[in-house]
């Protein structure tokens, strides 16, 4: 067991470029979630999967921001046209069904728009 | 709605001080409640968990009681180390709702020699 990786792990882009995200949960686990966190808050929920199904998304993740998870294993974040405000960290987290309520993060993205 | 409302910080202690880190939290039915901890440019690591009104959860030396009278799940550590600076955070997850955790908004602990 691995743990949760993400990739890339810094990402400085220039306003209006577009970025892709990638997270590679825990093997097992078949839930896989996505946050942001901004300099001093807490992550904030945007989107989670349930193998390949996108089930819930924030109000947060605008229609710049698309999640897929094809095959039920990794998943990738694309933001389109990025913004400044889209300067953030982006965390990826992962869950079995059977115990969905205990969530393990990966070490983050983040990302810097110019 | 969930909400979590965690003590302001940064939280200045002294090495082999004791810990306490207020966390309480809204919410309707049984969440389950957390305790993450944030070490400089990382991720969060899951620290402990109560999932049930009385439970206790504990690693590493720390530990918190889930109090449903007082809805409140506070992170306590008898004796605290250099290494343990960094943010925490109380989360909690509710099954009834959605399947996102909810965070405070983090506490810095900076622990000096």
């Known amino acids: 067991d691995t743990g949760v990786s993400q990739d890339p792990r810094h990402k400085i882009t220039k306003r209006g470029q577009n970025v892709t995200f990638r997270c590679d949960p825990i093997?097992?686990?078949?839930?896989l979630y996505w946050y942001r966190q901004t300099l001093g808050q807490g992550p904030e929920f945007l989107t989670y999967f349930q193998n390949e199904a996108q089930l819930e998304k924030s109000r947060l993740l605008s229609d710049r921001f698309s999640a897929e998870r094809p095959k039920g294993s990794f998943s990738t974040l694309e933001i389109q046209r990025t913004e400044q405000g889209d300067s953030a960290m982006y965390l990826c987290?992962?869950?079995?069904?059977?115990?969905?309520?205990?969530?393990?993060f990966g070490p983050g993205t983040r990302l810097t728009v110019l | 709605g969930n909400s979590v409302t965690q003590m302001e910080g940064p939280v200045t202690l002294s090495e082999e001080a004791f810990l306490t880190i207020n966390c309480t939290y809204t919410a309707t039915g049984y969440p389950s409640l957390f305790w993450y901890v944030q070490y400089p440019g990382e991720g969060l690591q899951l620290l402990l968990k109560?999932?049930?009104?009385?439970d206790k959860g504990s690693n590493k030396g720390f530990e918190a009681t889930y109090r449903k009278e007082t809805t409140s799940f506070h992170l306590e550590k008898g004796s605290v180390q250099v290494s343990d600076s960094a943010v925490y955070f109380c989360?909690?997850?509710?099954?009834?709702?959605?399947?996102?955790?909810?965070f405070g908004t983090g506490t810095r602990l900076q622990v000096t020699l």
């Open positions: 987290a992962s869950s079995s069904t059977s115990a969905r309520d205990t969530q393990y």
């Open positions: 989360a909690l997850f509710n099954t009834g709702t959605a399947s996102k955790l909810t």
């Open positions: 109560a999932t049930k009104a009385d």
């Open positions: 093997s097992e686990h078949n839930r």
